[in-house]
Each structure stands twice: as C-alpha cells, then as structure tokens.
C-alpha cells in the first residue's frame, strides 16, 4: 500500500479529477487532503449532496427513512464512478472500493486484491 505522505492523481470515471495528498491510515480507511481540477465539477453536485446528507444524519437521530434512501442512492452513485488513485512516484494504482470527499478532506478504502482488478 501507498505511504503516509504520497502525492496521486483521483481519477473517476477514467477521469482525472484532482490531487489527493496521503496523511495516513486509519483501520482499512485512508484519508488526506484533496485539490480538485476542473474535471472535478461533473461530481461535485455528488458529493455535495453526500456530505450534506451525512452531516444530517450526524446532526438528528431522527433522520427521515426517505433521508437514509438518498443517502445509500448517493453511496451507490459514488460507487459506481469506479474510482481510482493512482500514485506516480511508486508507479501505483489504487482501485477504491469506497470514497468520501466532503470539502478537501478526502477518505478512501481500497478494493482487496491485486491492483487494477
């Protein structure tokens, strides 16, 4: 796996979408800081609407069903951006089983298994 202070490239899509600066691990998640390009744009209304609805169900335990559908819908749709980090300097691509960005922070869990499965 990639160290603590690597520099990729997210790509979504097959898209690269911005910079993702490692900061560390914890339990099978990574997270780190992120710098979106232009391309980026085509997801931001995603993962905006992610981050509000997680920080809604942060803020009532008595968030609605219908809230807790979008939410796993907005999951699914991040899912499914088959999202990918790649880290140049170790020549590296990471296949990323599940992604957060909720402003510039970023996490990330990678799919188990040989890269670029």
Do not use: C
Request: aromatic share 12%; no cysteine; glycine share 6%.
């Amino acid at each position: 796996m990639h160290p603590t202070s690597a520099t990729g490239r997210l790509f979504l899509k097959n898209m690269d979408v911005g910079e993702v600066r490692s900061r560390g691990q914890a339990d099978s998640w990574w997270f780190g800081d992120f710098e979106p390009t232009q391309a980026f744009s085509e997801f931001a209304t995603l993962f905006g609407s992610w981050s509000l609805l997680m920080h809604a169900e942060e803020d009532d335990a008595r968030v609605s069903e219908a809230a807790r559908d979008e939410l796993r819908e907005a999951e699914a749709a991040i899912d499914a951006l088959r999202a990918r980090i790649y880290f140049p300097e170790r020549d590296e691509w990471i296949d990323v089983a599940q992604l957060n960005i909720d402003g510039k922070m970023i996490e990330w869990k990678a799919i188990e298994g040989p890269p670029g499965t």
